[in-house]
């Protein structure tokens, strides 16, 4: 896996050609796909009441952003008044920067790090490393992507894309007396025994957050593995990073959203932990001294302008449209080349990195719909996908505000063009009628290479005669035999 | 849904309501009406022609006077889901034309009858033509759905057993509702076994321009969906969506299997209408 070619020095094309011809890759993808989506139907088992939950869902969600700025500086005073400090990054570099701050002013050498998608979001870990502190994974999935070099193919399962014995072969290289075993129970105590010795020496734990609680101050971060609380509660300070839309309202706002994320994610009625981070240590309790919350935005303001697209913004990072998205589950997420890959990668990307950097993610989709089916809070995936497509090929008009970056980015002429004679052909029925004419008697000349299409299956042959000339005949038959009837009744 | 979430019951859920996206609520249908408008669709028009005379042959002969305008064209789909959206639009505007007498119409395919129930409401939203549009959303009906839920159409089988695998299109499993009424149509001829394939809920790979667009993910897409169907050595395969037997046929041909799929109207027309022996051909 190694020697593969780093993935931004491939187009989307490649990375599509190259993932598409791994059949490992693929039956990996399949199986485990399957087992999460087996997961989530068996612990959903009442529809009307999961219709209901994910209705509820949404609209705590579409509340909670629709007073996003009043929520963002509740939250920030709660915080504070708990002894949580806030820091505001604009973008990633910001982000890092505030990070790298904060652990050079307490001399930080080490950061032990739970599962943060927004640090992956920021490359947090390369920017550290370049500044001398080395920050080491606890997430198991994570921990195995940090020792072979590579980036989450999922955003719940990092690490989905591995097989055992790839782990396997990677522990025996890398750590102190592992050798090479397919036992996955031996494997884990391996990487736990080693991580263990982290989380003793480490200065800073940096983590994630799932859910901010406006009313109360309160972080919430689910995990099974338990490296969160101890990201959390042993080194002596504690940054949370996390996108400024994760805050809600309410605490009794979190229940339901709860419920729906480990459902919809692993089929967990609840994760093992469940943290809900409110202040730093008080007295001799235990816990960090100092917390730390940095806020990203990192182009989220962007979709948030705009009322159909600030759905995106809903999003609790399940990765359930991950795991139905027929098109994800045969690519993989290291083909998207961005940090969230698959449905709600296509449609949040494009936000975060303009739509140039983005522009076939939108476009990479057969609108199946199996996304937004699963939805826990209802994201409406195909009609943005579509928006993003139709900013995609068209120019701004003079005086209006962009909605996203990179308007037009996937605009052509000749595509234009073509586009406005269907429109024409399709929207004058006499011409549509010599369309149809020639093209079913000119049917014998269809070509047999209809580029793409061809590759996988035999071309289709307009029929001899219209559905319209069939109709037409029909009913000429029709009135004979009517006018034959009255004539022989005579 | 349990007590506990009673407390956190919206009290304000934003401005903007969601556009409805999928499982639509369950519609309301009318009663059995005299006439109906026939959109054929425009893959059906040119490539698979006798589907479209087969639905016209059923609805009437259910009693249905049909209409079937000349000028329909296409409803639009393509240049829509290519994010060409004032092209879709002069090509919509033109369909709703087209059939603007307060007939339901009837739509062979759920893809297009999901654009035209779903799609134009949200397409021409605050342009002068959204009241216009949504009430003839309202009067669209997928071909399966229609037979079910307002004819109550209950076909009399009169072919050999034969089993069947069913091919639902993504449009009328999830923005009409509607991948039932083909299970039960099928499900109502009694000399036919409907037998299930593996993912079944899963897209065909066709997804409009898609197909061209990314050929070697919708041809992966399609090809393990033959794999899916072939699998369970169905007799036949029906499906309510042209656009998915076009994608789902040419793949079968292309791997040399003798198998291919026929447009549910044709196969209920077949199955209903064939003579016994001994009945004179009258």
Known sequence: ?490 | MSDLFVNAMPDQTGSDEPRKCLAPEPRAYPEKPEKVYLYGTCLVDLLQPEAGLDALKLLEQEGIDVVFPDKQTCCGQPAYTSGYDDEARAVARMQMEVMAENYPVVVLSGSCGGMMHHHYPSMFKGLPEENHAKKFADRVFEFTEFLVHVLNYQPEDKGEPQTVAVHTSCSARREMNVHKTGWQLIDSLKNVARKVHDHEFECCGFGGSFCVRYPDISGAMVNDKVKAITDIEPDRLISADYACLMNINGALDFQGHELKGTHIASYLWERTSMQSEGESNV
């Open chain 1, 1 to 490: 896996m190694s020697e593969q070619i780093p993935l931004h020095d491939l187009g989307f094309d490649q990375r599509v050609e190259r993932d598409l011809n791994n059949p490992a890759l693929r039956t990996n993808f399949r199986e485990a796909m399957d087992f999460l989506m087996d997961k989530r139907s068996s612990s959903f088992t009442d529809d009307v009441k999961l219709q209901e939950l994910r209705t509820l869902g949404a609209s705590i969600r579409k509340r909670a952003l629709s007073k996003l700025p009043d929520l963002l500086e509740q939250l920030e005073a709660k915080l504070k008044e708990n002894g949580i400090r806030v820091h505001w990054a604009e973008s990633s570099e910001e982000a890092n920067q505030t990070v790298l701050d904060i652990a050079q002013h307490h001399g930080a050498k080490t950061m032990i790090k739970g599962k943060s998608m927004v640090s992956e979001e920021t490359e947090l870990n390369e920017f550290l490393e370049k500044k001398g502190i080395h920050p080491v994974e606890a997430d198991m999935g994570e921990y195995i992507l940090q020792l072979a070099e590579e980036k989450p193919s999922h955003i719940v399962m990092p690490a989905i894309h591995k097989s055992k014995e790839a782990i396997a072969e990677l522990f025996e290289q890398n750590l102190d007396d592992c050798e090479y075993t397919e036992n996955v129970d031996a494997l884990i105590q391996a990487a736990r025994k080693e991580l263990r010795k982290q989380f003793h020496s480490a200065d800073i734990g940096l983590t994630g957050v799932n859910f901010m609680v406006a009313e109360t101050g309160s972080l919430v971060l689910v995990e099974n593995e338990g490296n969160g609380r101890l990201a959390t509660t042993v080194p002596k300070v504690h940054i949370a990073m996390t996108g400024i839309e994760k805050v809600i309202e309410h605490l009794d706002d979190l229940p339901p959203l709860l419920t729906l994320l480990t459902n919809s994610a692993t089929g967990q009625p609840i994760t093992t932990y469940v943290n809900m981070i409110s202040s730093p240590r008080k007295g001799d309790e235990g816990g960090p001294e100092e917390v730390h919350l940095v806020l990203l935005d990192n182009g989220r303001t962007i979709p948030f302008a705009d009322e159909e697209m600030r759905q995106t913004l809903q999003c609790i990072r399940c990765a359930a449209c991950m795991n139905h998205c027929p098109v994800y589950t045969r690519l993989g997420g290291h083909a998207y080349g961005t940090t969230y890959p698959g449905p709600i990668g296509s449609i949040l990307s494009p936000h975060l990195l303009g739509l140039e950097a983005t522009k076939d993610l939108p476009s990479a989709s057969s609108l199946c719909g199996a996304c937004s089916e699963v939805c826990p809070v209802k994201i409406p995936i195909p009609d943005l996908l579509r928006r993003l497509r139709h900013e995609g090929v068209r120019k701004l008009k003079k005086d209006e505000d962009p909605v996203i970056r990179g308007h037009g980015a996937k605009y052509t002429h000749t595509e234009k063009a073509a586009w406005g004679s269907w429109s024409k052909l399709y929207s004058s029925p006499a011409l549509y009628r010599t369309f149809a004419l020639s093209a079913t008697l000119l049917r014998g000349l269809t070509p047999s290479k209809m580029k793409g299409w061809t590759d996988y299956r035999t071309s289709p042959k307009p029929a001899s005669k219209s559905l319209h000339s069939l109709v037409k005949n029909y009913r000429k038959e029709q009135e004979q035999s009517r006018n034959k009837e009255a004539g022989g009744s005579q």
